[in-house]
Every structure is written in C-alpha cells, then in structure tokens.
C-alpha cells in the first residue's frame, strides 16, 4: 500500500518540478541573462515558454472586455504606466499612460519600428514598416503631400461624395438586411482604389479588394508559410497584389510615353509617385512605389470603414447625440446658396460637433490596440529599464479606457472634446511623432463625408443591437453590423 501511494506522491511531485521549471523558463532565459543592470525592469510577467503572456491577452480580449487586460496589470502591479511581458513571441514592454507613449513615440534616436515578422514581410521591405527612420523620412516628405491636410485633400471630395451618395441610395432600396461593414469596407475601397491608381472597375476593385481582406488577416498572425496558416495565404495574396500594380504601373509609365500632356489635377496617386523626384533628381524605384501603394491602400480603407462604422453604431445607441449631429448638417444645408450642389471644403469645416463626433469614436473604438516598437539600445522609461532588442508595444486601448485621462471612458460622450486638448500621448487613434499615420486626414474626410449624408437622408435598424463584439484585430460586430439601411425624409 505504501508502494502504490509513492507513485501519485511521484507523480504529483514531478509535475510541480516541471510546470516551475517551465513557468520560470522565460525569466531565467530572457531576464537571467541580461546581466545586473543600472534599472530595474518593469514589474509584470514573462508567462509560459513560447506562449508567454498571449493567454492572459486573448481571454481579456475574446471576454467582451478587452480593457480587463491592462486593468488587471494596473491592479496587480501598480500604476506604473510600464509592464514587463512575453507578447508575439518576443520579450516585451508594454506603456500605457500618456507620458509613456509619448516617450517611446518621439524618440526615434532610441527606438525603431518592431512589428511582428509578418507585418514586415506582408507590407514589403520598401515599405513605411521596414526601413530605417531615415529612409522613411525622405519617403515621407516626397509621397505623402497629396493626403495630407484639408486643402490637399479638396481635389477628392467630389469623388468621395459620389460614391457615398449612389451606394447609400442603393442600400436603401434594398429589401433585406445588409452586412453594413463589409459593404462599408467597399464603399472605403472604391474610394481609395480610385484616389491611388484611378481604376473604375468593378472586377479589378472586387478582385483587389478580396486579396486585401486575405493580406489583413495575416497581419498580425505567425509566420509560417506552410498551406492552412493564415500567414501563408496572406502573402499568396500580397504576390498577386504586386502583380496587379506592377502590371498598372507598366501601363502608365507606357502612356506617360506617348502623352505627357496629362495635368496634376488628373493624376492619381500612383501618377504621382512615378514623377517625384528627391532633391538629387532620383525617382522612385517600381519595388518603393508597390510597397507603398500596398500599405497606403491597407490602412485607407480599414480606418475610415469601421470609423465609419463605429460612429452610425453609437449615435444609434446615443438619440441625443444623432438628433444634434443631424441638427448641424440641416443648419449647414440651410446656409447654402441654391446654386451649389456639392460639399465644399469650407462646409466640412463648419462641422465642428461632428468633428467631436469622430474623435470620441476614434478613443472609444481604437481601431488599433497598440503599435509596435523596437528598442534600440538600454533605454530609462520612469525609472525602469526596457533592455535594447525587447519589443514595446504602445497600448492606444490603455491610455483611451484609463479613467485618469477620460472620465467616464465607456461613456460616447462628444462633449468631452470641448474646450479640451488632450496632452500629448493622450490621443493616439493614428499614432504619434514621424511616424504618425500619413492617411489620417483622408480618413476622417471619408467618415466626414459618408457621416454627412447619412446624418442628412438616413438612418438604420440594426438586426442584432446587443449582439457581440469581436475586438481582434479590430473591434467589430460578429455579425459584421447586420441592419437595414432606411431613408427618411
């Protein structure tokens, strides 16, 4: 009898052996060998080997309440603003206070671009996620003047405000429930494909816009590239993408041959990256251009579809602030002259309360839940140490959600924008510093314009109003918004 119960007492003893060695595997190995350092690192936990802490992260975020995860820090650890961690296969700090972010966002001598492998691989080595600080700031300032600012923009309003017009009249005639985000992504895609490479095709957008969906997906996932890995039909889908371009940029550069009398107001963005030049003279290369149109058109049509999206789902939860919205625009078209038919730039900037509409959706909603850092050397964050090569990920989610910085957070409350500037690091929705978002602008024009006309002419009745939410990668309807679109007079 002794004998029989020394096995389970063995058995349960190795298997407290094991499971503290393997639950303090990723200190000895990631932290152990670090050395004594003048700071001490973060507080926080490097989890399991290999999955580190993805599980805590995924069950915050599958559980309806995303924001549990960094709360659960705060309350285990303090408010330090600065947490240790094992994210994405990677050692990792995560900063999640104002100051914090703004720190590791604003100093490029420190720290550098550190997205997941696949983002790197799937937006392209030329890309604005693969080069150095440098290289992306020449980049910047040669490509990103035409989507940057109101007056830049202008040229496009007529375009968007067309398309937002025939498709938001064609779902209302529609007798059944529509997946509002999925067609909102291809009311953002029409838009974008026509601003940067001037196709009107249905077959070609439809065709682009299915491989994007597939590129998205992969994003964020591991990268392995075996058949039935969501990375390995990602980059299936980013080959054809770099054919399809290709092959249009081929047939510009063959037309700008045989008639350069074409205008800068015809030209779209692809046009125009084939014609700049740096201050040596040198154009772009073809592989400088792909990538960028692959990235620009990635984060286009994401941004400006679910913001879209996020802002006809909280006003339809909060009358008071649809009726107000819907006030201003009616007061906007009251003051225009009978002889104008169309938005004019000088109108948009009259929208001051749907301006405060979209920003409290952009914080409310953080399209992205982090960006992704590198470090370049030992850095001293508050007195903590993030080690050079540890990955940083700057938590948009935390700093919006942390009732410190917004009373009330899950309250969609527009008003709060009155009369209030955020401090720097306090609003994140495209980022920070140079490498903050370059399509931010084109983005809120979109959502500007197709708010507009909805405010004005529509409203909807959604089929599942408390249905759930998914929020990786990006929060959205599990029923992706089923509802009917209504026209009101």
Not at 116 to 132: N, Q, V
Not at 144 to 153: D, K, M, Q, V, Y
Not at 288 to 314: C, K
Not at 409 to 414: A, C, G, R, V, Y
């Amino acid at each position: 009898m002794e004998s029989l119960w020394l096995i389970p007492a063995l058995l349960l003893g190795g298997f407290v052996f094991v499971f503290g060695i393997l639950r303090r595997f990723n200190d000895w190995y990631y932290i152990g060998r670090l050395g004594k350092k003048q700071y001490p690192l973060p507080p926080g936990d490097m989890g399991w080997p290999y999955l580190g802490g993805i599980l805590t992260f995924l069950k915050a975020f599958r559980s309806g309440d995303p924001d549990s995860y960094i709360h659960n820090l705060v309350s285990k650890y303090g408010r330090t603003g600065i947490y240790k961690t094992f994210m994405f296969g990677n050692p990792s700090v995560i900063v999640c206070t104002p100051e914090t972010c703004r720190k590791v966002l604003t100093d490029d001598d420190r720290f550098k671009l550190g997205y997941p492998k696949a983002t790197t691989i799937l937006t392209g080595r030329r890309a604005f996620h693969g080069i150095s600080n440098a290289e992306h700031k020449r980049l910047r300032r040669l490509t990103t003047s035409p989507i940057n600012g109101h007056e830049a923009l202008s040229g496009y309003i007529d375009l968007i405000e067309g398309i937002v017009a025939t498709t938001l009249e064609e779902w209302a005639s529609m007798k059944h429930p529509i997946e509002l985000l999925t067609e909102l992504r291809g009311v953002a895609f029409k838009v974008i494909t026509n601003i940067f490479i001037s196709t009107h095709s249905d077959s070609v957008i439809s065709k682009v816009e299915n491989l994007y969906s597939d590129l998205n997906a992969g994003l964020k996932s591991q990268a392995i590239n075996l058949p039935g890995f969501v990375f390995h039909k990602a980059l299936k889908a980013r080959k054809k993408l770099m054919k399809i371009f290709q092959d249009i940029l081929d047939k510009k550069r063959a037309m700008v041959k045989k008639d350069s009398s074409q205008t800068e107001s015809t030209k779209d963005m692809m046009d125009l990256l084939l014609g700049v030049k740096d201050e040596d003279g040198k154009q772009l290369e073809d592989e400088d251009i792909v990538d960028l149109l692959i990235v620009f058109m990635l984060a286009g049509h994401e941004s400006s579809a679910h913001g879209a999206l996020w802002a006809v789902i909280y006003m339809s939860q909060n009358p008071e602030v649809f009726k107000k919205a819907r006030e201003e625009q009616q007061e906007i078209m009251k003051r225009r002259p009978s002889t104008q038919k169309r938005l004019s730039l000088a109108e948009i900037r009259q929208m001051d309360y749907l301006s405060k509409v979209i920003d409290e959706t952009l914080r409310r909603t953080s399209i992205s839940f982090a960006v992704f850092r590198e470090a370049k050397e030992d850095v001293n964050v508050n007195g903590y140490l993030i080690p050079k090569g540890w990955k940083v990920l700057v938590w948009n989610r935390g700093v919006h959600m942390d009732p410190e910085n917004y009373s009330d957070p899950k309250e969609f409350n527009p008003s709060r924008w009155e009369n209030n500037k955020p401090r720097a690091g306090g609003f994140l929705p495209f980022g920070l510093g140079s490498r903050y978002c370059p399509g931010s602008d084109l983005a809120k024009l979109e959502i500007t314009i197709f708010l507009h006309h909805y405010l004005l002419n529509y409203n909807v009745e959604r089929v599942n109003p408390d249905g759930p939410v998914n929020y990786l990668p990006v929060a959205r309807p599990v029923d992706m918004c089923l509802a009917r679109v209504i026209k009101v007079t």
